[in-house]
Structure formats: structure tokens, C-alpha cells
């Protein structure tokens, strides 16, 4: 998990929103942890903080574009709501 605070409300409310667009099951993977990618309540049970090795499944005829725009989201946009969350302050 990259991002500084973790998997908190929004973050998981992003996941779970995008994950929510492809037909796939998806799930996320904490050590014995596996939750829907698509509920936000499940992620927010895995108490993912910075520095978490998360895990991505998909399975469905849209999985790898699923899982392409997740690692994206969890790479690239969560990393820019950070940056813009610290500018703030």
C-alpha cells in the first residue's frame, strides 16, 4: 500500500467504485485476508496501511482489464490524492 494513510474510507470508497465497473470477480488479498474489491466495508476491514502487501485477484472475461486499471488506480492515483491532500495543510 502506498499511500500514506492507507486504505481509509475514500481510498476504499475509489477501489471499490472502480472495481464495481467490471463484470470480473476481483478480490483483495491481505496474508489470510481475502475481501470483495467491489464492498468498501470489506476493504476497510483489512486495515491496509502503508507499506501493506496487498494482492489482486480477478477472474471473469474482463480481469486483466480490471486488474491493468486497479494497479493503476492504487499506483498513480492514490499516490496524487496524497500529494494533493499534504498540499492542503
Known amino acids: 500500500m502506498l499511500n500514506a494513510q ?5 481510498p476504499a470508497d475509489m477501489v471499490a ?20 474489491a467491489k464492498s468498501v466495508l470489506g476493504l ?3 486495515g ?3 507499506g ?6 480477478a ?3 474482463d480481469a486483466e482489464e480490471a486488474l491493468d486499471a486497479l494497479v493503476d488506480l492504487f499506483e ?6 496524497e500529494k494533493r491532500a499534504a498540499e492542503e495543510e
Open 52 to 57: 501493506i502487501q496487498l494482492t489482486l485477484y
Open 59 to 61: 477472474q471473469g472475461d
Open 6 to 10: 492507507g486504505l481509509h474510507a475514500r
Open 76 to 81: 498513480r492515483e492514490l499516490l496524487e490524492q
Open 17 to 36: 467504485r472502480l472495481a464495481r465497473r467490471y463484470r470480473s470477480q476481483i478480490e483483495i488479498v491481505k496474508g489470510n485476508e481475502r475481501v470483495d
Open 44 to 46: 476497510l476491514t483489512l
Open 48 to 50: 491496509a496501511y502503508q
